[in-house]
């Protein structure tokens, strides 16, 4: 088992030839929720959950409106 440290150090190893090791802001995203779960434990779900959630449905909302067609509803309507 890693420590906080230890596991951001090797987070952070940078592996320019393998381009499926390659950093996105998902996979950056993840490795920061991972790394504090494993300091804080179940502490930081009361805090995160509610945050998360209003962010992923405004996430879908977006995107299920920049599906619609506007110009079509203002020719139906």
Do not use: H
């Amino acid at each position: 088992m890693f420590s906080g440290l230890e596991q951001v150090l090797f987070l952070l190893q940078d592996d320019d030839d393998d381009i499926v090791n390659s950093w996105t802001l998902r996979k950056c995203s993840a490795a920061g929720l991972d790394i504090m779960s494993s300091f804080f434990g179940d502490e930081m779900l009361p805090v995160l959950m509610p945050k998360l959630q209003v962010r992923s449905s405004l996430s879908a909302m977006i995107y299920a409106m920049s599906q619609l067609d506007f110009q079509k509803m203002d020719a139906i309507l």
